[in-house]
């Protein structure tokens, strides 16, 4: 068998070959003009005001104007209230998890529904629970008959956040039922055959096996979750509401789009985009804090 | 089976029962609106129609755009993941396998970059498209939806590539193989599966995308489905079946993927998780 020869570290730089740069290059410059650039931009515009062929440094007004808007506001507000669909999505997908694990009759089959909505198109799946949640809709003449009064869904100011979430867990919770499901199948039979034999009831079961074990998964998923309802709303609500009635359904996403392109005032949006970065990476950092401190708790 | 086992065997099985409907009610929901008349929809919200009608879907076809933006986002969906698959897979090699300097930093880049809400870029990236003159063009658009898919594509890979057995590559390089030539011949066909799942992922996510869509091609005729139907309603806002048909038509694609490939749906999800 020949042996390599030990290269000497002048030789081996000399020796580095030139592909790998090549390779990589379309990907580093794609990246540098989609992400790199717009995020230096973004805080440049933030400060400006942001005309057809002219730009003006304004320092701070922009922040001072959004800070001082009620409509931002309440976008913001509406966001954080949708952060509350993260503790029900990971307690559904938990749940649901465990029973299908559990290997139930048909739990592929259920499987297979539980994530059907999430592929399907927020376009159109936020028009047809439109149409269901019109005053006149599939739901209230299904409360009527129940003996319900029914509600203006989305035509009511104190409900139409909670409707939009509605949609939103149903077509997220697939995504958590399958993730935890396909972690699941890898904790080790033995693990629960021993808590098993030391008597371990469902409850203590799961408390003590499932979710430590499960505990990267359930971070993952609340991490992809809470990114989720900060930015990736548009849809449902551009689709079921117009961020209305009046501005009771804004969210930033929303607010930063009519800004830029109702009002075409660039400066204001990327002011308020700048926000959600500077949020956005607060919580990512924490988040990984977090872990590197837990993984080093356990080492 | 004891009866209390029994019991409760009994209790999930309504519970997933439960589930199944609150899942697939909107789906039957679009299906049947879209097969009923303006007429009907209106005292027969329920059940399937009594007078099924395709008016709605000849409506679709004939009588809107809707064809022309069903080929726009499909053009636009193709081209979008063929390049991003194409630049991300040379990219992910170089990571994995060309162990560059810097490798490492760019890796790490890509991880932060997948938390990145594409929100934060379409301002900047809006006002250089209206100046480099690509604002209504499909290749502005391709531009930046395979940008933004790079960060998960790349990551996806590389943690594929990683799996791949050191003998593959020492074996290719004794023949002489050189790395393009070795990445396509021998690294992609392994990659098979993980590529599958790449490409159906990304397809769906640029098939659904509203926002850059809505802004970055605003004229009719450029229009993806997507914004199309989204304008659609605003137009037909009182003819649920018609927009329910063109909802049915923008759902398809996607549906009929995942039912013949659910697995590899399942695992892309997956894969974006866990090392």
Same mark, same amino acid.
């Given at each position: ?15 580095? #070959? ?19 650039? #717009? ?27 959004? =800070? ?70 599939? =739901? ?17 100011? /104190?409900?139409?956040?909670? /409707? ?14 399958? =993730? ?113 401190? /837990? ?5 | ?52 009608? $395709? ?14 933006? &069903?080929?726009?986002? +499909? ?6 993941? %063929? ?30 970059? $997948? ?27 391709? &531009? ?28 290719? +390089? ?8 070795? $990445? ?26 509203? &926002? ?15 914004? %199309? ?35 590899? &749906? ?10």
């Amino acid at each position: 068998m020949p042996v390599k020869q030990p290269i000497s570290p002048g030789r081996r730089r000399f020796r580095q #070959p030139l592909w790998p740069y090549l390779f990589a290059l379309p990907m580093v410059l794609w990246l540098l003009a989609v992400f790199g650039y #717009p995020m230096v931009k973004v805080v440049q515009y933030s400060f400006q005001v942001v005309g057809g062929k002219t730009v003006r440094w304004v320092g701070l007004a922009n922040y001072k104007f959004i =800070l001082r808007d009620p409509i931002f506001w309440k976008s913001l507000s509406n966001n954080a209230f949708l952060l509350l669909a993260v503790p029900i999505l990971l307690a559904l997908s938990l749940l649901f998890a465990i029973l299908l694990f559990e290997r139930i009759r048909g739990w592929r089959f259920y499987r297979a529904v539980v994530f059907l909505p999430y592929v399907l198109a927020p376009t159109a799946v936020g028009l047809a629970f439109g149409y269901m949640y019109q005053y006149n809709g599939v =739901l209230n003449t299904l409360l009527r008959h129940l003996g319900v009064a029914g509600a203006d869904w989305l035509g009511k100011a /104190s409900l139409v956040m909670p /409707s939009v979430m509605s949609v939103i867990i149903w077509q997220q919770l697939g995504f958590g039922v399958v =993730l935890f499901l396909a972690r699941l199948m890898s904790v080790p039979a033995e693990l629960y055959e021993a808590a098993r034999i030391d008597g371990a009831n469902w409850w203590q079961e799961h408390r003590h096996i499932t979710i430590p074990q499960l505990r990267l998964a359930i971070e993952f998923f609340a991490v992809v979750e809470v990114i989720t309802m900060l930015s990736w709303v548009f849809n449902y609500v551009y689709v079921m509401t117009a961020g209305g009635p009046g501005f009771a359904s804004h969210v930033l996403e929303y607010y930063i789009y009519k800004n830029a392109f109702a009002f075409r005032a660039m400066g204001v949006a990327s002011a308020v985009a700048v926000m959600l970065l500077a949020v956005t990476m607060v919580l990512v950092v924490f988040y990984f804090r977090l872990r590197n401190a /837990s993984q080093a708790a356990e080492e | 089976m004891s009866l209390k086992a029994r019991g409760r065997a009994l209790f999930i099985q309504l519970l997933m029962g439960l589930m199944s409907i609150l899942s697939l009610y909107p789906l039957y929901f679009i299906l049947v609106t879209s097969l009923k008349s303006q007429r009907e929809y209106v005292y027969n919200l329920w059940a399937p129609p009594m007078h099924p009608t $395709l008016a709605n879907f000849v409506e679709v076809f004939l009588g809107s755009k809707m064809p022309k933006w &069903f080929v726009n986002s +499909l053009i636009i969906t193709v081209v979008t993941v %063929g390049v991003s698959t194409i630049v991300a897979a040379m990219g992910a090699y170089a990571i994995a396998r060309g162990r560059f300097w810097g490798h490492r930093a760019v890796f790490n880049t890509m991880v932060g970059l $997948l938390v990145v809400p594409p929100v934060i870029l379409v301002v900047p990236m809006f006002i250089l498209m209206v100046r480099v003159g690509l604002i209504n063009t499909f290749s502005g658009v391709i &531009f930046f939806y395979a940008g933004l898919l790079i960060p998960f594509s790349v990551y996806l890979l590389v943690n594929f590539f990683r799996t791949l057995p050191e003998e593959v590559f020492d074996a290719a +390089l004794i023949d002489g193989c050189s790395p393009l030539v070795m $990445l396509w011949r021998i690294v992609m066909p392994l990659a098979a599966p993980a590529l599958i799942t790449l490409i159906v992922v990304n397809a769906v996510w640029v098939w659904n995308e509203l &926002f850059i869509a809505l802004v970055f091609l605003q004229k009719e005729e450029l229009r993806t489905l997507m914004a %199309g139907l989204a304008l659609f309603q605003g137009r037909y806002s009182t003819n649920q079946p018609l927009i329910m048909a063109g909802s049915l038509v923008g759902l398809l694609p996607a549906l009929l993927l995942y039912l013949f490939g659910q697995r590899y &749906f399942i695992r892309g999800l997956t894969a974006g998780s866990f090392r």
